[in-house]
C-alpha cells in the first residue's frame, strides 16, 4: 500500500467471511431450486458476483445487464436507465439480482420492476453493502452483506470514476483524492 491508496474500511478477510455467510444462506434457501439465476448489475458487481457465484454449493447460471444514472448537471444523479440487457429469458427462473451497494434504492427499485414484468419463477436480491442512511427509493434487501454509513467507498468492483475498481479491500478515499 502507498499513502494514496484508499483506507482500509472492510479488510479483504472481513470481505471474504461476509461473502461466505451470504453464499450459505442463498445455497440453504435455493437447495430445492432446479437452478438459480445470478443476474449482476454491471459494472460494479462483478467482482463480488464472481466469488459468490463460487462459493454457492447449488446449480447456478450466470448472465449480466448494466445500468447507469442519466447524468445531469443539477442533481447529483439522475434516472436510471438500461445500457445492456440479459441475454437469457428470466421466465420460469428464480432470479437472483446481486448488486455491489444500495445507495439511494433508485437502480435495485428499477432493476427489481424491469425484472418482475418477465415472469421469473422468484425474484430476490443480494447486496453486498448498503447506505441505509442515503436511501430515497424504499427496497427490500433479501440478503445483505454489510451494512455502511453514508461514506463513498471504492475497491471490490465499486469505483470512484473508474478507479479503485480493482483494489483487493473496499476502501474509503483519504488524502488529496477526497473531496
Ligand atoms: P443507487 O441507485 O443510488 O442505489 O446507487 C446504486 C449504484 O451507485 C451502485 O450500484 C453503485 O454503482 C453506485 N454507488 C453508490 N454508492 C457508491 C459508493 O459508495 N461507491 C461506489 N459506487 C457507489
Ligand atoms: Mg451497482
Given amino acids: 500500500m502507498t499513502p494514496e491508496d484508499p483506507k482500509v474500511f472492510i479488510s479483504e478477510e472481513a470481505i471474504r467471511r461476509c461473502v461466505r455467510k451470504l453464499a450459505r444462506r442463498i445455497s440453504k434457501d435455493y437447495a430445492e431450486a432446479e437452478n438459480l439465476h445470478l443476474v449482476g448489475a454491471l459494472r460494479g458487481s462483478f467482482i463480488f458476483l464472481a466469488d459468490l457465484s463460487r462459493a454457492l454449493t447449488i446449480p447456478r447460471s450466470v448472465d449480466f445487464l448494466a445500468v447507469a444514472s442519466y447524468e445531469t448537471n443539477v442533481a447529483p444523479k439522475g434516472p436510471v436507465r438500461l445500457i445492456t440487457d440479459l441475454r437469457t429469458d428470466i421466465a420460469g427462473k428464480d432470479v437472483l439480482v446481486v448488486e455491489d451497494i444500495v445507495d439511494t434504492g433508485d437502480t435495485l427499485d428499477y ?16 447486496a453486498l453493502l448498503s447506505k441505509p442512511a442515503c436511501r430515497k427509493t424504499s427496497v427490500r434487501i433479501d440478503y445483505l452483506g454489510l451494512e455502511i454509513p453514508d461514506v463513498w467507498v471504492v475497491g471490490y468492483g465499486l469505483d470512484d470514476k473508474e478507479r479503485y475498481r480493482a483494489l483487493p479491500y473496499i476502501g474509503i478515499r483519504s488524502g488529496k483524492d477526497a473531496d
Fill in 111 to 126: 432493476l427489481m420492476s424491469l425484472l418482475a414484468v418477465r415472469g421469473p419463477a422468484s425474484l430476490k436480491c443480494c
